[in-house]
């Protein structure tokens, strides 16, 4: 099993700053306390950002992760994702399947990461976290589904293959709020900061 982080985002809502590189309430960034709530439940995980951002490669490199750099043309969503799916597939645990995690939603418990890894492992084709009964991140992906990942275009992500396989789709709810908890924009971040 391989974890994947998307940082290569533009996050233009949230405004000048780098999102991923902002402070939560105990002083690490947005992007270093995904990237390690990633780490504690999958142990091989690779991170793509943009080319320009050194900084956040360097912090995430630090903290464990293989980091690699799309390009110019792949810095969409669904580009950033079928660029690190092409590079992950340079690793033997990418040959268990795929578990693609979001930079900017950084209190998803590594349990729940875990588990999704984990019903991966037991033969389910595509899992995504529930809380009460909202779809949410990470979600994972069996290894059949690495050459429709290293295809996909545009801004939409993975959503595509899950409305295409909707019938290999393995809801699994779970009691972590933080599946839903993205941040977008500093308000986004100042508000889930006050409530934990």
Same mark, same amino acid.
């Given at each position: ?19 991923? +590189? ?15 709530? +990633? ?7 690779? /991170? ?6 050194? /900084? ?37 645990? /990418? ?7 979001? /930079? ?67 809801? +699994? ?24």
């Amino acid at each position: 099993m391989i974890g994947i982080l998307l940082a290569a985002g533009f996050s233009r809502r949230f405004g000048p700053s780098n999102k991923l +590189l902002e402070p939560m309430a105990d002083g690490r960034s947005i992007a270093l306390t995904s990237a390690e709530n +990633l780490l504690q439940a999958i142990p091989t995980c690779v /991170a793509v950002v943009r080319p320009e951002n050194r /900084a956040l490669a360097t912090l995430l490199q630090q903290a464990g992760l293989t980091v690699f750099a799309c390009k110019e043309s792949e810095q969409e969503m669904a580009d950033s994702l079928s660029a690190a799916i092409r590079f992950s597939a340079n690793f033997e645990a /990418a040959k268990h399947g795929f578990v693609i995690a979001l /930079a900017d939603m950084p209190y998803i418990q590594p349990a729940t990461i875990r588990t999704v890894a984990n019903r991966l492992n037991s033969s389910e084709s595509i899992v995504i976290p529930t809380y009460h009964g909202q779809r949410g991140h990470p979600v994972g992906f069996a290894a059949k589904y690495r050459s429709e990942l290293e295809n996909l275009q545009g801004d939409e992500g993975a959503r595509s293959i899950v409305k295409r396989y909707a019938d290999a789709v393995c809801l +699994l709810p779970c009691e972590d709020s933080g599946i839903l908890a993205d941040i977008d924009t500093p308000q986004d971040l100042e508000r889930i900061n006050l409530k934990r």
